[in-house]
């Protein structure tokens, strides 16, 4: 199907603070993100990564833990997922750094995924582990509440030749422990200093940009919440998987909502297993939802779903929108061909034959059996005729003798 390109009026939509405070050790970060999560919001929870540091400051501020020993960046989303479940409005990650250089973060997963798979070429195991943090990064931009981040800075040399021609290392400032350049996903970015000042180096916020503030408190917070709450009411991802699991939804209604999560950009929301397992995104939710509907749809409640309904999301580096259910179609019946004069065969190309034969052509032999009670409950629908069915039927004998590898 080709896509269509339309546009439309912008608009703003109220959001969610997303927000980036860098600087060395002891200039005042966790402070600042704690000053900022809890006058952004009423529930606030902390993901610390530094040995419980927030939590000397639990006599000054009201917010619960997550005390994290291992960085794995497949573990942020879960965490996220867990605690958008909770319905934590406000989130304080501190520090994203370790993630990226800690025990079992972004660095040592490269090291091991090149050691273990591509002869220690480290170009290899970027490939490999890339994905997750994509994968964290996304889970961090969707969150359905404000997010505040602190990252570590070392500082930054550059060799230069001076005015003698003598190369010499010079300082060129602070850069955070993090991948080049992950600053810039947030909307505000204030570096701190030692001195406790904040400088804002990035903001999609007019009224901060370039400002220069000694000791942030909570109206920095305050002129945040104007700027977020000037806009048109959006859906976030807790309430796009609360429709989703909405008793009775039907197939067609979740192809439209997972066209409404990507066209919010929300398809790698982090979200809760409504069945108690691991955490996935949004869109695997809602692909797994739509297999789920299509099996009720095609089979009845009290038939077998395919196999493949209950597929680990980590198998689906993109989840695909729910397929589209079968469409009632005249494909039986021998009907004369007027161009050519021929006779068309039973099983004619009508979508639903053509959907069916594309997935025979790739099925193995555990998944036969599903697709001839597909055939069956068709006829029983009149989406196929029986002679139709048929056909089809022989079709899947002829893929089961290939995949035994009995000669046509």
């Avoid at 005390?67 to 406000?90: E, F, I």
């Avoid at 090149?114 to 290899?124: D, T, V």
């Avoid at 917070?221 to 909405?246: C, F, K, M, P």
């Avoid at 077998?304 to 929108?321: F, G, H, I, L, T």
């Amino acid at each position: 199907m080709t896509d269509t390109f339309t546009f439309e009026t912008a608009t703003k939509g109220q959001a969610k603070a997303r927000i980036a405070l860098t600087g060395p050790s002891g200039a005042g970060k966790t402070w600042t993100g704690l000053i900022l999560a809890t006058t952004l919001g009423h529930r606030v929870a902390v993901i610390d990564t530094e040995r419980g540091s927030a939590s000397k400051y639990a006599g000054e501020f009201a917010f619960d833990r997550l005390n994290m020993q291992r960085y794995d960046p497949r573990d942020l989303p879960k965490a996220l997922a867990a605690a958008a479940a909770a319905g934590y409005d406000a989130v304080l990650i501190d520090s994203l750094s370790k993630f990226w250089a800690g025990e079992g973060g972004m660095l040592q997963q490269v090291d091991n995924a090149a050691r273990r798979s591509y002869g220690g070429n480290s170009f290899g195991g970027w490939k490999e582990a890339r994905p997750m943090e994509s994968a964290m990064i996304e889970a961090i931009l969707s969150y359905p509440g404000h997010i505040i981040v602190t990252l570590r800075t070392r500082t930054a040399y550059e060799i230069i030749e001076d005015n003698r021609g003598k190369k010499v290392p010079t300082k060129i400032g602070l850069k955070p422990e993090q991948r080049d350049g992950i600053e810039y996903e947030f909307d505000i970015v204030g570096d701190m200093d030692l001195e406790n000042t904040l400088t804002v180096s990035k903001s999609r916020c007019s009224a901060l940009s370039g400002e220069v503030i000694r000791r942030p408190g909570p109206p920095l917070a305050e002129t945040i919440l104007a700027w977020l709450s000037d806009g048109v009411a959006v859906l976030n991802a807790t309430e796009y998987r609360q429709q989703a699991l909405r008793k009775g939804i039907t197939f067609a209604e979740l192809r439209a909502l997972w066209r409404q999560v990507r066209d919010a950009g929300l398809t790698g929301a982090a979200v809760a297993d409504p069945d108690g397992g691991e955490a996935m995104s949004l869109g695997q939710l809602l692909t797994n939802l739509g297999k789920a509907a299509e099996a009720r749809e095609t089979f009845g409640a009290d038939d077998a779903a395919p196999e493949d309904v209950n597929e680990s999301p980590s198998k689906v580096a993109e989840p695909d929108p729910p397929r589209a259910p079968p469409t009632p179609v005249e494909a039986g019946g021998r009907t004369s061909n007027a161009e050519a004069g021929s006779v068309a065969p039973a099983a004619a190309a009508s979508p639903w034959v053509t959907d069916f034969r594309a997935r025979l052509a790739e099925a193995t032999e555990d998944r036969l059996m599903a697709l001839q009670r597909e055939i069956g409950s068709a006829i029983a629908k009149r989406t196929i005729t029986a002679q139709a069915g048929g056909e089809l039927s022989d079709e899947i004998r002829a893929r089961r003798r290939e995949l035994d590898g009995v000669p046509a």
